[in-house]
């Protein structure tokens, strides 16, 4: 192995940021050899530019077509508003549109502008009649940095594979996904504004002899996460026909945004805006300059967020579905991708061999630190989910450091250990599970093929760039493999290695825009040799079966592979969740959570009666929690007739406790019920002596229960918190407890959103272990004019029958990873059979 040298890293680095700087300002679009032509749309006439191929004829080049209305004013913030007309005007496209706002990676000084909705299209002909695959590329840089155009993303040589290429700029950042939907600011524009292009090119491609129903959509990191949610959304699937996710993936843990409404706030404020008021700081957002957002963009991180995982804010969001525009996302990841056959189209992904090693810069001056204090790295390189105290975090770090290190120390000798691991959190792991989610419940006629690009050749301009001088390939080195970088390009002789591995690279993603296949049985030229990259086996109808990964391995010598770094995988699928305490005997497992969701399947004695509890859940106040069943204007008869005939339908013991007794003990560190999951079956009915249905007092009495420091510190209440139902209504509370004969139950250790829960219900029922999959806020009302028409007691049996046929559920917010290890004791102890991690 070719060790990192620290003189050498900066040398280099300085060497190219330098080249970067005085390129970055070059006019990449005026080629001497070029001449013009002209192209006539519905919208107006485009004058574009005629290039030469590297290899053989010439293309055409029509740059910076705006697809949209500039988002300035009071668009900003805004659904993209599609130009409709060029007003008749031609249009000058020989030169690219403006990139987005952000900061200049190399220099640090804000670039682009507000007004940068502009696309591309590369095609080899302007023949209508041709009918060629099109090919829309989004770029990558976290939605914080980058642009679609020829300074990082000139498609020539796909070009001269017979496909049409579109590249563009979309809002990115602050502008792009800032969320504050109090005053109007909804998030994922960014995301808007690509499937704009995608309407764009159905509607515009033949004119430039593409096939709109050929068109394939490809990506890099988050370019690539952004195609891999597409996949998954109506709105945005029926525009394109094929996908490509390079080292990139919408289950990577940094995708979704923390705390959207605060970061908003809080960037408002780093900017000067001293109101509290919502709609204040909405006005002061949508009317400050634009370019003042980049450089205040990580002082808005929390000091908690700046040591947890990678340093993203502002991404995506998951939309109300009641919100005055159209909702672009309104459900997790995981539940997209684990319902049956969402996906239906042709896919292939793949990473990096050694993707991480963007991410280990940083650690380069740290090493000490590791080798010293391992468990101080635990929050900022794994994506712990809450607070976990130092001697928690030294056990994980020690876990770590012992199996990618051994005995050695962390060092500039084991400088490719580290990077394994930055490779496996942040890459590997996540396309890894979105292939064993595409092959589990996705249509079986579908094929999906993996890669692992792992060619170490003079084109690998990412490692280049940052000043390594070791073997493998670094996060986007395959890039310039299919497109040349113009800011940074080297030219490269076609017949030597690099030249070569270009070619083959192009040939099979052209190959498998055109038929959804990269190595097609009628390859017509031997490029490619006798190479058959197969398919990621499907493993819907073999659900007992170990999952098994068939990857390319692309490299001087091209060839398959079966379960790249399985024993690191492996790791983080079954040792590492052991090493908890858990029993890792499910057949899915989501990557990127310490301790974000558990599950407890618990044997049920009611299974024979064909009966269920309801929704076992903890009540929080501000809808955290929407999860629970309430009875509106029940009347408090009605609830105590509930808890008597759960008391003899169901052989349960009623214990009938006042609110005020409750919040007592509670407050004083007392057991609620003593020994609770020692009782075969139990009811409580809390009286609210109020008899006010969810009044503030008790509202704040379940939102101590649920967020008091007591629920963490004191194991007694644990007693009380954990299996229950509870019910609201007439004034009263009632509280199912049961032990580990009656229920199956689910843990969320966070503040609880209604899509955990759906993500895992998706993943349940895939694996036939059947639980309902409509997780939403019930409710069960008691229509006032029930009295007039049904007895007490058939009111009573109704609500008891709308009971029963939930599912049951219990979830517990703000989980501490000690608090977590507690919890799961108990579970064992009292007889839990298997405890699952998701």
């Known amino acids: ?13 300085e060497k190219w940021t330098k080249y970067l700087l005085q390129s970055w300002n070059i006019d990449w679009n005026r080629v001497p050899d070029s001449e013009t032509v002209k192209l006539e749309l519905i919208d107006g006439i485009l004058i574009g530019s005629e290039k030469k191929l590297p290899l053989n004829g010439s293309y055409f080049a029509f740059q910076g077509i705006p697809y949209a209305e500039p988002p300035i004013g009071e668009l900003r913030f805004k659904e993209p508003v599609p130009i409709t007309s060029f007003n008749g005007k031609t249009l000058d496209c020989t030169k690219e549109g403006d990139i987005s706002i952000q900061s200049d990676i190399f220099s640090k000084n804000v670039i682009g502008e507000e007004s940068c909705l502009f696309l591309n299209v590369y095609t080899p002909y302007l023949d209508k009649t041709r009918k060629l695959p099109v090919m829309i590329y989004i770029h990558g840089g976290a939605f914080i940095f980058g642009s679609g155009n020829v300074a990082e993303h000139s498609p020539e040589y796909l070009v001269q594979e017979d496909v049409i290429v579109v590249t563009f700029n979309y809002r990115l950042n602050v502008l792009g996904f800032m969320h504050l939907p109090s005053v109007g600011i909804i998030g994922n524009q960014g995301f808007r504004d690509q499937r704009l292009v995608f309407k764009w090119v159905q509607e515009n491609i033949e004119k430039f002899g593409g096939d709109p ?62 109101s509290t008021d919502d709609s ?173 690009f792992s060619f170490d050749g003079d084109l690998n301009m990412m490692k280049k760039i940052l000043g390594y001088d070791m073997k493998g390939a670094n996060h986007g080195d395959e890039l310039t493999y299919l497109f040349v970088m113009k800011m940074a390009e080297i030219k490269v002789p076609e017949d030597s290695e690099a030249g070569i591995m270009r070619r083959k690279m192009c040939r099979m993603w052209a190959n498998f825009a055109k038929v959804g296949n990269p190595t097609p049985e009628n390859n017509e030229c031997d490029l490619l040799g006798n190479l058959k990259w197969n398919p990621v086996k499907s493993y819907q109808n073999a659900e007992n079966e170990e999952f098994q990964l068939n990857c390319l391995d692309i490299n001087t010598d091209c060839k398959m592979i079966q379960d790249p770094f399985k024993k690191r995988m492996d790791f983080w699928r079954k040792e590492k969740m052991s090493s908890m305490n858990l029993h890792d005997d499910s057949k899915f497992v989501s990557f990127g959570k310490w ?30 929690h929407r999860n629970t069943i309430l009875i509106t204007n029940g009347q408090s008869s009605i609830s105590r007739k509930i808890g008597e005939k759960f008391e003899r339908d169901l052989d349960c013991k009623v214990v009938y406790l006042p609110k005020n007794d409750l919040i007592s003990r509670q407050k004083t560190h007392e057991t609620v019920l003593e020994d609770a999951f020692k009782v075969y079956k139990s009811i409580d009915v809390i009286i609210n002596n109020d008899h006010a249905f969810l009044s503030n007092s008790q509202d704040e009495a379940c939102f101590e229960l649920d967020e008091g420091e007591n629920l963490i510190n004191n194991l007694n209440i644990l007693r009380y918190c954990i299996p229950k139902m509870y019910l609201t209504g007439g004034g009263h509370i009632i509280s199912i407890k049961s032990n580990e004969n009656s229920f199956r139950a689910l843990v969320n250790t966070r503040n609880d959103l209604r899509s955990y829960i759906q993500d895992l219900i998706s993943i349940l029922n895939g694996n036939e272990r059947r639980i309902k999959p409509e997780f939403s806020l019930q409710t069960i009302h008691c229509d006032r004019s029930w009295s007039s028409v049904m007895s007490e007691n058939e009111i009573v049996n109704k609500i008891f029958d709308g009971i029963l046929s939930q599912q049951p559920v219990l979830t517990l917010g703000n989980g501490f990873f000690s608090y977590i290890k507690r919890l799961m004791s108990y579970f064992n102890g009292y007889g839990c059979t298997s405890v699952h991690v998701l």
């Open 1 to 13: 192995m070719m060790m990192v040298k620290e003189n050498q890293f900066t040398a280099n680095k």
């Open 213 to 274: 129903n050929n068109v394939t959509l490809f990506g890099h990191s988050a370019g690539a996460a952004a195609v891999h949610l597409h996949m998954m959304l109506p709105g945005s699937k029926k525009y394109f026909h094929k996908a490509i996710l390079q080292s990139g993936a919408a289950t990577m843990d940094w995708f979704m945004q923390f705390e959207p409404e605060e970061n908003a706030r809080r960037i408002a404020k780093l900017l000067g805006c001293e």
């Open 595 to 624: 301790t974000s969701i558990f599950v407890i399947f618990i044997s049920t004695a009611y299974a024979s009666m064909k009966l269920a509890l309801g929704h076992l859940t903890a009540l929080k106040r501000r809808d955290f």
């Open 280 to 452: 204040e700081i909405g006005k002061f957002l949508k009317e400050i300059d634009g370019k003042k957002f980049p450089p205040k963009y990580y002082d808005t991180l929390t000091t908690t967020r700046k040591k947890r995982g990678l340093p993203l804010i502002f991404n995506t969001v998951i939309e109300d579905e009641n919100q005055e525009i159209k909702p672009f996302l309104t459900k997790s990841i995981d539940q997209y991708l684990t319902t049956p056959n969402q996906i239906d189209i042709p896919i292939m992904m793949g990473v990096t061999e050694h993707d991480g090693m963007v991410m280990t810069t940083p650690h380069m001056k740290r090493y000490h630190l590791w080798n010293k204090e391992p468990g101080r790295f635990i929050p900022r390189t794994v994506n712990v989910d809450g607070d976990i105290d130092e001697g928690e975090c030294k056990v994980l770090g020690d876990e770590i450091k012992q199996f990618y290190f051994g005995d050695k120390p962390v060092s500039q000798s084991t400088f490719n250990q580290f990077m394994d691991f930055q490779t496996d959190y942040h890459f590997s792991i996540a396309l890894q599970s979105a292939a064993e989610f595409h092959s589990r419940y996705q249509n079986p006629s579908t094929n999906l093929y993996y890669y692992q």
